[in-house]
T-cell receptor, first 113, second 114 residues
Framework: QQQVKQSPQSLIVQKGGISIINCAYE??????FPWYQQFPGKGPALLIA?????SEKKEGRFTISFNKSAKQFSLHIMDSQPGDSATYFC????????????FGTGTRLTVIP | GAGVSQSPSNKVTEKGKDVELRCDPI?????LYWYRQSLGQGLEFLIY????????KSGLPSDRFSAERTGGSVSTLTIQRTQQEDSAVYLC????????????FGPGTRLLVL
């Protein structure tokens, strides 16, 4: 059973456009929501993360929007660049006692020049 | 070291053979995790080590899978009697005691079972 559902599976965006990736969860015990970026042949790298006590977090061109009541969160990439082309994973951690992450199935983003 | 390292980077084996995958975490990191990434899938949690505590093995898919962490550092994931469905990328991650949420991933071991 997929604990974190991610969409879309793939996304093609024009350079300079906005890329939006969405995730949803059911487990209200989740307390930490990171996004990871993965390039081919590499391990995932932490991009940005949010806790459920805030509704938005912005770091440069990357923004997480968090809707606690809807149990949804999304990643927005502003002014998308070809170098952003990668696979993006959302994830969630269940409570402070556990530290393993539940990952979404990933979104392959392609930014075309 | 500068980051999490894993070896081998690629492994091809025959069905029924045992394989061992190695992970060297970032020096000083007390937590170590193993995940499996199958083609087109997200990362699936396998096992988690934290310091000297008993490991969380709740993600291991079968008793053919086991892992050890010696001396609180290097970890080995062992898959016995490999099956074709074990083919995947096996990723290791580590995190520090101070910033436990941030997991740093290695490049993974690509396992192909023929």
């Amino acid at each position: 059973q997929q604990q974190v559902k991610q969409s879309p599976q793939s996304l093609i965006v024009q350079k300079g456009g906005i890329s939006i990736i969405n995730c949803a969860y059911e487990n209200t015990a989740f307390d930490y929501f990171p996004w990871y970026q993965q390039f081919p042949g590499k391990g995932p790298a932490l991009l940005i993360a949010i806790r459920p006590d805030v509704s938005e977090k912005k770091e440069g061109r990357f923004t997480i929007s968090f809707n606690k009541s809807a149990k949804q969160f999304s990643l927005h990439i502003m002014d998308s660049q070809p170098g952003d082309s990668a696979t993006y994973f959302c994830a969630a951690r269940q409570g402070t006692g556990a530290n393993n992450l539940f990952f979404g199935t990933g979104t392959r983003l392609t930014v075309i020049p | 070291g500068a980051g999490v390292s894993q070896s081998p980077s690629n492994k091809v084996t025959e069905k029924g053979k045992d394989v061992e995958l190695r992970c060297d975490p970032i020096s000083g990191h007390t937590a170590l995790y193993w995940y499996r990434q199958s083609l087109g899938q997200g990362l699936e949690f396998l096992i988690y080590f934290q310091g000297n505590s008993a490991p969380d093995k709740s993600g291991l898919p079968s008793d053919r899978f086991s892992a050890e962490r010696t001396g609180g550092s290097v970890s080995t994931l062992t898959i016995q009697r490999t099956q074709q469905e074990d083919s995947a990328v096996y990723l290791c991650a580590s995190s520090s005691q101070r910033i436990r949420e941030t997991q740093y991933f290695g490049p993974g071991t690509r396992l192909l079972v023929l």
